[in-house]
């Protein structure tokens, strides 16, 4: 059936280091993705989106690549801070669609002083 | 603006009770959406909602019902609870065309 997995349950890295932090998808009618980060206690939170159409895009100190052919996004953090000590949630969808998106279990990362 | 509103917070509820997970929006989004999140296992979506009247299963549907009477309001309800419901139930909305979801701060549920 269809899945959306992550490669690693748990990322440490240090403060100001970036992280990356990666997804693989099964569903190759997926045309839309999205990271969410979800702090401890609270619901997960929209990081950034891409659409299959497009290979990289970027926000602030966020990127997430897309690559269509094996099936797999990323998100890179550049800098990372405390304050990204989070589960972060990689999901899929078709846009224009009903279809409810399907998320990952997601990884934690965790910014080591 | 408040977004979506979860309530309660946090629930301690003996097995065979009945309890209604409360979920409010006032974003007029279409698609409102029941998941929860146990340790190592992510999101399960439970019942869905594609627009007001209208409703859905999910993926882990067994023991809980949804309504959808208007565009705001979504309840989920456990008619008698058991212990493996305990979990953080997540409510969430979207605009219904395969994009983004927006989530409440969740509730935190105990059966014992």
């Known amino acids: 059936g269809e899945s959306v997995g992550l490669h690693l349950p748990t990322l440490s890295v240090q403060e100001g280091d970036n992280s990356i932090i990666n997804c693989a998808y099964s569903n190759s009618a997926s045309d839309y993705f999205i990271w969410y980060k979800q702090e401890s206690g609270k619901g997960p939170q929209f990081i950034i989106d891409i659409r299959s159409n497009m290979d990289k895009r970027q926000g602030q100190r966020v990127t997430v690549l897309l690559n269509k052919t094996v099936k797999h996004l990323s998100l890179q953090i550049a800098a990372t801070q405390p304050g990204d000590s989070a589960v972060y949630f990689c999901?899929?969808?078709?846009?224009?669609?009903?279809?409810?998106?399907?998320f990952g279990s997601g990884t934690q990362l965790t910014v080591l002083p | 603006i408040a977004g979506i509103t979860q309530a309660p917070t946090s629930q301690i509820l003996a097995a065979g009770r009945r309890m209604t997970l409360r979920c409010t929006q006032d974003?007029?989004?279409?698609?409102m959406y029941w998941y929860r999140q146990d340790l190592g296992l992510g999101l399960r979506l439970i019942h869905y909602s594609n627009t007001a009247g209208t409703t859905g299963k999910g993926e882990v549907p067994d023991g809980y019902s949804v309504s959808r009477a208007n565009t705001d309001d979504f309840p989920l309800t456990l008619a008698s609870a058991v212990p493996s419901q305990t979990s953080v139930y997540f409510c969430?909305?979207?605009?219904?065309?395969?994009?983004?979801?927006?989530f409440g701060q969740g509730t935190r549920l105990t059966v014992v």
């Open positions: 969430a909305s979207s605009d219904g065309e395969g994009r983004e979801a927006f």
């Open positions: 974003m007029r989004h279409n698609a």
């Open positions: 999901a899929e969808n078709i846009e224009g669609s009903a279809r409810q998106l399907t």
